[in-house]
């Protein structure tokens, strides 16, 4: 099984409504991180979460919210979507801190949002 | 903001050649990475340079790093056709915050 999954995979939905995307993982890794890719932009972080009580925004939360429910489980929500929030979007993992850390990022399948 | 600018955008070569990739960055660093996506799907992450390293090997990937120009290159060397993706640098400050790059797509041909 994968070690960082995302759901939906792929969703369709119109202008106004809320969309959460869900995020999973199984690395046991404190910190978690959303992003969005648009073509020929590369990735642009959201929010990240480096523990369950610490989320911070990142270069463009406006219109974004998250919450970590647990370790393993962060998920983003759009509380009333837009088309310019049609999107590439990735869940990331890392570790930080320990013996074997190794700052690197695991990413997740990502999820394909349109908003039409 | 983009951190980091990445040349070329694409990359066209056939299997058996070396492949270079080049990013520029714009702040001082902790950390250089890049991570190799195939199309639309997940980011794999490749290799790592820490601020202190000029060089630094990982199979058939050479990356360098010079911090004094704020740039970094990727080669890839004896390239597959398996190696199509799109590469993307990310520097992070320290905070495993990363600032991605726009990309470089490669094509390599057979």
């Known amino acids: 099984d994968a070690d960082v999954t995302q759901t939906p995979r792929n969703r369709i939905t119109k202008t106004g409504k809320r969309i959460m995307l869900e995020c999973s993982q199984t690395?046991?890794?404190?910190?978690m991180y959303w992003y969005r890719q648009d073509p020929g932009l590369g990735l642009r972080l959201i929010y990240y979460?480096?523990?369950?009580?610490?989320?911070n925004k990142g270069e463009i939360s406006d219109g974004y919210s998250v919450s970590r429910q647990a370790q393993a489980k962060f998920s983003l929500s759009l509380e009333s979507a837009i088309p310019n929030q049609t999107a590439l979007y990735f869940c990331?993992?890392?570790?930080?801190?320990?013996?074997?850390?190794?700052?690197?990022?695991?990413f997740g399948p990502g999820t394909r949002l349109t908003v039409l | 903001s983009q951190q980091g600018e990445e040349d070329p955008q694409a990359l066209s070569i056939q299997e058996g050649e070396n492949a270079t990739m080049n990013c520029s960055y714009k702040?001082?660093?902790?950390?250089l990475q890049w991570y190799r996506q195939n199309s639309g799907r997940g980011l794999v992450h490749l290799i790592l340079?820490?601020?202190?390293?000029r060089e630094k090997h990982s199979g058939r990937l050479r990356v360098t790093l010079d911090t004094s120009k704020k740039s970094s290159s990727l080669l890839i060397t004896a390239s597959r056709a398996a190696d199509t993706a799109s590469y993307f640098c990310?520097?992070?400050?320290?905070?495993?915050?990363?600032?991605f790059g726009t990309g470089t797509r490669l094509l390599v041909s057979p």
């Open positions: 690395k046991g890794h404190d910190r």
């Open positions: 990310a520097t992070d400050k320290g905070f495993q915050k990363l600032v």
């Open positions: 979460s480096f523990d369950v009580k610490d989320i």
């Open positions: 702040t001082s660093i902790n950390n």
């Open positions: 340079i820490r601020s202190n390293e």
């Open positions: 990331a993992t890392s570790d930080f801190g320990g013996p074997a850390s190794t700052d690197t990022q695991y």
